[in-house]
Each structure stands twice: as structure tokens, then as C-alpha cells.
């Protein structure tokens, strides 16, 4: 599975931005989809993750309330929309993908990683 995150940029806090993770593979509608981040000087952190179908997410504390994670199987994409963004969400944002589970903590057991999209929030 080849995986492709675009949408980030720089945004003032309070802003919203939308994160894309576009897949290559057919057999993408059956994988888990995860969003990281890590910052500057951190260890990488897990954001968000979507079942195969859609059905089932989950999501760090930091980002409860405050982002959503949805997927078109059809169009092969996974979307991270955020909103209220803080400096504090500042970092380099990575998609996953996992063909059995969601994986929290850094994810060093996913198997599938794109480049990341960088985010910047100004205060």
C-alpha cells in the first residue's frame, strides 16, 4: 500500500485545516487508516484511527472533540478534518495503514507509512 498525505500548511490558532491520505492500492478498503504526528524534538504520537469500513474510530485525548477522521473507500482517501487548532498541534503529520487493528503509542508495528504533511499553528 502506497500512501500520500497533502493538506497541511500554516493556519493561525482557532483555524481548521483538512489533511487527505490517498492510497494506491485496490485493497486499501480493507486496511485500518491512522493519522501521527511528531513534533519537533518529540517522539511520534498516534492522532486518529478508522476502521476498514468506517464503522469504528478512535482517537487520542488531544484531539477529541476537536478532529474527525472519515474515509472515502471509494476515492481510495482518508481525511482528517481539524479544527480549533493550537500551536500545540504543530508537528509533521503521517498517515498509516494497518491490515489488522488499530495501533496506538508510535506506531512501530504498522507495517504501511506515507510522508508526512507539514502543520503549523501560529498563536
Known amino acids: 500500500v502506497q500512501l500520500q498525505a497533502s493538506g497541511g500548511g500554516l493556519v493561525q490558532a482557532g483555524g481548521s485545516l483538512r489533511l487527505s491520505c490517498a492510497a494506491s492500492s485496490r485493497t486499501f478498503s480493507t486496511y485500518y487508516i491512522h493519522w501521527f504526528r511528531q513534533a519537533p524534538g518529540k517522539e511520534r504520537e498516534f492522532v486518529a484511527a478508522i476502521s476498514w469500513d468506517g464503522g469504528s474510530t478512535a482517537y487520542a485525548d488531544s484531539a477529541k472533540g476537536r478532529f474527525t477522521i472519515s474515509r472515502d473507500n471509494a476515492k481510495n482517501t482518508v481525511y482528517l478534518q481539524m479544527n480549533t487548532l493550537r500551536p500545540e498541534d504543530t508537528a509533521v503529520y503521517y498517515c498509516?495503514?494497518?491490515?489488522?487493528?488499530?495501533?496506538?503509542?508510535?506506531?512501530?508495528?504498522?507495517?504501511?507509512w506515507g510522508k508526512g504533511t507539514q502543520v503549523t499553528v501560529s498563536s
Open positions: 498509516a495503514a494497518d491490515p489488522l487493528r488499530v495501533v496506538r503509542g508510535t506506531g512501530a508495528t504498522i507495517p504501511y
